[in-house]
């Protein structure tokens, strides 16, 4: 047996040079494996931020792992550690991890011999006396009892299996980094949810302001046509105007329940009043700078990059595998077998019946379906390449949108806080001047009516601040740290983790060795 596997042996360099797809030095430096030996795609990458020259944009390499403490909000706080314990969608990435594993050791355990099975059977058997030759047949009926093992090993000289490998250790580590991902959008759509809530909020006491406001205007130009210096038509001037401010406030309110409804789901908690947990609060203070480091961090930042890399890494490798079937299989298979008529004989030395030996399979006429199978594997390789390329583009685009944002809108909320404050002494100033007469009704609703949206777009420009901080954060990949260092459930002095009463019931047990709950996972390479 020795000697056949030297001879199969000597038929790897000229079935090398036969199928012309791989060279014989590639295949020894490519650990001798058939396909292409695979290395990291290049990718475009700006030199410098556009606003690089601004003073606020650092590029010192700071620690965003818990990027949402800049805030100084202890509500906030407490929201992104209650989602990241309990948002559902992270934990289906988490299973997609267990799903990868069991993948990546099921690709292993065919570098050992693929099939090692013990068979038994009992038959009774009795043959035809009617056929030609039956004087031959010298025990018509009789049993046989049969017990044995048999053995196959296909020998991976072309590093089929070890492909499957390196294909299945690429693809868990693009299910951790899809798990960072998903990790990093939570954390920001948390906290983008929980602006939207504070700015909501803002929006909603400027209308009350303003109807507020507004009343009290109207009881002065009713005071006025009860005095006989003011006409009915301003009366209804100032109601109309009153009225058209106080019918906003309900559609801010559905906005704001809506945004409420949202930060449940992504706390994995059903729908419920969640204002009453989260109390009153300003709208939360961003820092003026930030430090971002260079757009060529992105690539080793940012999550969904490294998932792209590593998918590209995991299809080179089935270009491998679809390689190997140009070339002849070796494998060594064996059978061990105790047959005997009467069960007392079954495992006597002369019931034994054995074959071992090496043997080859070899597609040769496949009628190109290798080939095209691997041009398959190959243009697939080539679209994730390319895949992978544009997600760093995108990255770079998201930071720099997320860049302008911040920066904007601080020039913004500055002039639009202005604006609001000359709008506010307009308004005292032109109402005092109504009450003495010395101005007309068309003035006071006027500066009224130029207040309203004034204060509302402040609002709104105020939470653009944090709002572009977080878009920052979220480009530089910063927040899946959490996943190694974790959080406090009791952080803050809110409490917003569900009672064991409220609590979603546990998601179902998974095979073994999984566990339930949040799967241990990997650090990205």
């Known amino acids: 047996m020795i000697r ?80 990241y314990k309990q948002n559902l969608t992270l934990r289906q990435a988490g299973y997609r991890i267990l799903a990868a594993k069991a993948q990546l050791g099921y690709s292993v355990g065919e570098l050992f011999p ?43 000289f072309w590093g089929r299996f070890r492909c499957a490998v390196d294909s299945a250790s690429a693809n868990l580590e693009a299910s951790v980094a899809d798990y960072d991902d998903v990790l990093v959008t939570l954390l920001s759509e948390v906290a983008t949810s929980y602006v939207q809530i504070r700015v909501a909020q803002q929006r909603i006491k400027y209308a009350n302001d303003n109807v507020a406001l507004q009343l009290k205007s109207v009881k002065v130009v009713e005071n006025r046509k009860q005095a006989g210096v003011a006409k009915q038509l301003d009366v209804d001037q100032a109601k109309s105007v009153l009225y058209q401010t106080w019918a906003a406030v309900p559609e801010l309110e559905i906005g ?31 820092p003026v700078d930030v430090a971002v480091g260079v757009p060529a961090d992105l690539l080793r930042r940012r999550p969904d990059v490294r998932r792209a890399e590593r998918q590209a890494a995991a299809q080179c490798a089935l270009i491998g595998v679809a390689e190997s079937d140009f070339y002849p299989h070796i494998s060594l298979s064996g059978t061990l077998t105790y047959s005997a008529e009467l069960f007392k004989d079954l495992f ?28 398959l594997q190959d243009a697939t390789f080539q679209q994730l390449v390319v895949a992978y390329q544009n997600t760093v583009l995108s990255a770079h685009q998201e930071a720099e949108n997320g860049l302008v944002t911040f920066l904007k809108a601080q020039q913004r909320a500055k002039l639009q806080g202005d604006c609001v404050k000359y709008a506010e002494s307009a308004v005292k100033t032109v109402l005092a001047q109504y009450e003495l007469g010395t101005v007309d009704i068309s003035q006071l609703i006027l ?24 878009q920052v954060f979220k480009a530089m990949g910063g927040g899946w740290q959490l996943r190694l260092n974790d959080c406090d459930p009791n952080s803050g002095p809110l409490q917003l983790c569900p009672t064991p009463e409220e609590q979603l019931p546990p998601p179902p047990p998974a095979p073994q060795p999984a566990t339930i709950g949040m799967p241990e996972l990997l650090p990205p390479s």
């Open 447 to 470: 500066v009224m009516q130029n207040l309203v949206p004034q204060q509302d777009t402040l609002a709104i420009a105020q939470g653009e601040i944090p709002a572009g901080l977080i």
């Open 114 to 156: 693929q099939t090692q099975q013990a068979i038994g059977d009992y038959n009774r058997i009795a043959r035809s006396i009617k056929t030609a030759n039956a004087q031959f047949i010298p025990k018509r009926s009789y049993g046989q009892y049969d017990f044995g093992f048999s053995l196959a090993w296909e020998i991976d």
């Open 4 to 83: 056949a596997l030297l001879y199969l042996c000597c038929l790897t360099p000229l079935a090398a040079g036969l199928c012309g797809c791989t060279t014989l030095r590639t295949y020894v430096n490519n650990g001798f494996k058939v396909g292409p030996k695979y290395e990291t795609p290049p990718a475009p990458v700006a030199k410098d931020w556009i606003d690089a020259d601004d003073k606020r944009v650092r590029k010192e390499d700071d620690d965003h792992s818990k990027w949402w403490v800049v805030f100084n909000d202890p509500v906030l706080n407490q929201l992104i550690c209650t989602a």
């Open 348 to 375: 006597t030395p002369r019931a034994i019946t054995m074959t071992a030996g090496p043997n080859f399979t070899w597609n040769i006429l496949n009628y190109g379906r290798i080939l095209n199978n691997v041009r």
């Open 256 to 286: 704001l329940r809506m945004s409420t409804n949202q930060l449940c789901i992504l706390m994995g908690m059903p729908t419920e009043e969640l204002l009453k947990k989260l109390g009153p609060a300003p709208i939360p203070t961003a």
